[in-house]
Every structure is written in C-alpha cells, then in structure tokens.
C-alpha cells in the first residue's frame, strides 16, 4: 500500500494572497497579504524561507517564531497560527501594515495628526514596559520596520527575531548582520570594555528615540542626525533628548518615560490618549458594567481618522453610553444624540466645544 506524504503547506488553514511582499522588511522576513481559507477573512503572513548555509539566521527567525507564540500583550502584534517545515516558517498574525507605508499614506492623503502619533507612540512604549518590566526582556528591535499598524489603526509592537533575556538566561544578544538595523543600536554597545554602566532598558529606548526621530523626519540617513530634533514637537523633545543621551544610565525607564509625556502639558496628556485609556480601562471591568456602557456615539471621539472610527464600531458592545455618563449622568439613545450637542466634545453642527 502506498502512503502519500500530505503537503503541509497546502493543508495550512491560511493562504497567501499572490502579490508581491509588502514593504521590503530588512531581516529575515518577507511580509505578504494573506486570508484565512475558510473565510477569507484576511491576515498577514510572515514568510522566512530556509536557505542553505544560512543556518544563523534560521535560528534567529525559529526564536522569533516561538516568541510570536508566546507573547501575549494587547501591543503587540497577535499571533493567530504558525507553520513549521523543513523548507520554511510561515508566521501568521492580525492584518497590519508596516509603520512606514501607513504613515507615508497618511500623508500624502493630508490625514496625520499629533493626537494620533501620541496614542501610537503610547502604544509602542507600553510594550516596551511590558516587555522589560514584566518579562525581563530586551527587545533590541526597535525601528520602523520592527512597528506595524491594524486597520483599525492601532500600532503593533512586532520585530521579535532579536529579542534576549535581561537576566542573562541563554546569553547575550543575537548577532544582527544587518547594517540597516545596526545602525540603531547605542553608542556604548562600541565598548567592549564593559566598564560603561547601563540599565537594561538603555539600548531599547535609545532605538525608541530613533523611531521617535524617524516618525516626524522620515529615515535616519545616520547617527549624528539625532542631535538636531527637527519636526519633532517641542513638548516632545525634552523627553526625546533623554532617549538619544550619550549617557546611558539617564535614559529613563519606558513606565517612567510614559508618565513624563503624560503630565501636564506633555506630548501625550491629550483627549485622545485619554479617551483611548478610558476605552481600555472599560474593557478590563465586570461584564455587568461592560453591558451598561457599549461603545460611545461617534460625537465622542475625535474626527481623526476613519480607521479609529472603524475600530471603535469593530469593539464589542462597549461603552455605548459613555458619553453620556460623562455629560449628565444618564444614558440617550443615538436620536437624543444627534439632537443634543455635546458639552464635552465639539457640536456637529458648529465644531465648537459646547456650541449651542
């Protein structure tokens, strides 16, 4: 009797879209399109395609593989399923985009604002702080191509295939190779004296602040040019020249970091962070409260794009009478608000807080 060796590939329940990668992703993966079969419902794939005599980077894209499995944080990018064979690693998560293409489209389409960098931004530190403060790991990633972003316009921390342990479990840092990704790393990672003193979040938020950088300036041409802030916003770059100092015991903690943009008159004490984090904090409360208080009406949230629009409608039965709440104590109906102008928000009709 003859036995027919199922092709795993084939069998995979998610497929690639056939076009072209998205992006160009330096490091081991190419980043395609793809749907789930079933459904079509759609998802990205990261594709690495073993190669002989590369066997390094193999390793890299298999710890990158098991990380994607293993991290769970509401910043992050979610894995939903994997494939593993001789041949190649397929990695498959949420729908996103990398950062660069989505805001090089928000652009040209005359759509990006601070409030929504501030909340993105937000995003990435959070998973910074959890990696580093509740797991003990070293992201040594962050750059542009290591952020994607979902549709309905949330930034993902992804890029994971050099991540170690800040407690020297399995040794130190992987070896990149890639001059487009070294040039993100710190100053003293030169020294190989070992005499500078460093914290272990130093390096991470070094590389945050070339993001930083890159976000309102466009690619880094090299180090040096970190000295001067350029477009980035002046309640923002205080707190940015702390990321890019030379001294890498002063740069602060991602938890702290987050909490000296949010002070007042910070780069993220704003009303749509603000507005975000009272939508998270809701999702975490008991499922009677949940039920109370659905998704707010559209006259709560700042226009800003259509993708928060559409993730707003995309969450569960959340928050629907927030607004409400927030204004005089009692629920409406979507009638009563479109009848009634906001006192908290600007009024559809005028645009101005509390217009009549």
């Not at 769970?72 to 399923?81: F, G, K, M, T």
């Not at 980035?232 to 943009?261: D, M, S, W």
């Not at 039965?317 to 005089?328: E, G, I, S, V």
């Amino acid at each position: 009797m003859w036995f027919f060796a199922r092709d795993p590939v084939r069998d995979f329940p998610f497929e690639l879209i056939p076009e072209p990668p998205e992006g160009g992703l330096p490091g081991p993966w190419a980043l395609h399109r793809g749907r789930k079969k079933a459904t079509g419902s759609p998802v990205s794939i990261f594709v690495y395609d073993v190669k002989p005599g590369a066997e390094e980077q193999t390793q890299v894209a298999k710890a990158a593989f098991k990380r994607f499995k293993t991290l769970r944080h509401p910043n992050i990018l979610a894995y939903i399923d994997g494939l593993e064979t001789e041949k190649c690693l397929h990695v498959v998560t949420e729908a996103v985009t990398p950062l660069g293409i989505y805001l090089k489209a928000r652009v040209e389409a005359g759509g990006l604002k601070e409030l929504e960098i501030s909340w993105g931004l937000h995003q990435i530190v959070k998973a910074l702080s959890f990696l580093v403060n509740d797991c003990s790991l070293i992201h040594n990633n962050v750059c542009m191509a290591a952020v994607f972003v979902d549709r309905a316009g949330e930034w993902k921390l992804g890029g994971l295939d050099y991540m170690y342990s800040a407690q020297g479990n399995g040794g130190g840092p992987p070896r990149k190779g890639i001059p487009e990704l070294e040039q993100y790393d710190p100053p003293e990672l030169a020294d190989s004296s070992g005499r500078v003193v460093r914290e272990k979040w130093s390096a991470d938020m070094w590389r945050l602040g070339c993001l930083i950088w890159e976000v309102f300036n466009g690619p880094l041409p090299r180090a040096a040019a970190l000295r001067n802030p350029g477009k980035i916003p002046k309640t923002l770059v205080p707190h940015y020249c702390e990321l890019v100092g030379a001294n890498p015991k002063v740069r602060p903690n991602p938890a702290r970091f987050l909490q000296n943009c949010r002070a007042p008159g910070g780069f993220m004490s704003n009303r749509f962070v603000e507005t975000n984090l009272f939508l998270e904090e809701i999702q975490t409360k008991d499922p009677r409260l949940k039920e109370f208080l659905p998704q707010p009406p559209p006259l709560f949230l700042p226009p800003l794009q259509p993708q928060a629009t559409g993730r707003r409608r995309r969450r569960t039965r959340t928050q629907q009478r927030t607004a409400a709440l927030l204004t005089d104590g009692t629920t409406k109906t979507g009638a009563a608000w479109s009848r009634r102008p906001s006192l908290c928000w600007p009024s559809r009709t005028t645009g101005a807080p509390g217009a009549k």
